[in-house]
């Protein structure tokens, strides 16, 4: 994680507009919340946590960014498992402690082990026994490095996931890059992994 201080200050639920306090209801209170919380979404004074509280600065576009989010957490045909490995790979490229420890959390309960794990954070296909599994880790790790597929990963891709899981797997692989990228900006990955002073 980052040493620099956060360059965005946490914004209190009371000092937001009514456009922000939309994309903050949205977050707080949407699925994310729904579930059983294994990391938490804001601090002790309310503050958005992580990628999140940046997304407070444009409402229009906070508010696509976590509904895409949604969409792509609890309203794709990819498992769990596939889920939060991909995400775990896109942590692991772009160096992303907060969407590490965040879903590390969270793969814990999709039945991730200690070992599988292990080898995600260090940036390595986990042994895997599921073809589908396999394919999705292959699959984001080379669209997470190239930013493209070559014509055996697309096909080996389809074949274990189908156009729809592989479309699903791209906006997850983008959707968690941008996240990445707005914690290195805005500096919140930054001592505590909160985004907060």
């Given amino acids: 994680m980052s040493d620099r201080k956060a360059r965005l200050p946490g914004l209190l639920p009371e000092d937001l507009n009514e456009e922000q306090a939309e994309v903050y209801r949205a977050i707080a209170g949407g699925p994310r919340a729904a579930g059983p919380q294994v990391f938490a979404l804001t601090d002790a004074q309310g503050r958005l946590r992580g990628p999140f509280n940046a997304m407070l600065l444009s409402p229009p576009v906070g508010l696509a960014l ?3 989010g949604t969409a792509v ?60 599994e396999q394919a999705a880790v292959r699959a984001t790790a080379a669209l ?8 055996e990963e697309y096909a080996g891709a389809v074949a274990a996931l189908g156009e729809r899981g592989l479309f699903e797997l791209t906006a997850l692989v983008g959707y968690y890059g941008t996240l990445a990228m707005q914690l290195r900006v805005f500096a919140g990955e930054h001592n505590d992994g909160t985004g907060m002073e």
Avoid: K, N
């Fill in 66 to 68: 976590q509904a895409l």
């Fill in 73 to 132: 957490r609890y309203g794709s045909v990819l498992t769990g498992r596939i889920r939060e490995m991909a995400i775990l790979t896109v942590a692991a490229h772009w160096g992303s402690e907060f969407e590490r420890e965040a879903h590390e959390a969270v793969s814990r309960t999709c039945g991730l082990t200690e070992a599988e794990l292990t080898a995600l954070r260090q940036g390595r296909p986990p042994a895997l026994d599921d073809p589908a």
């Fill in 144 to 151: 997470a490095a190239a930013g493209e597929l070559t014509d």
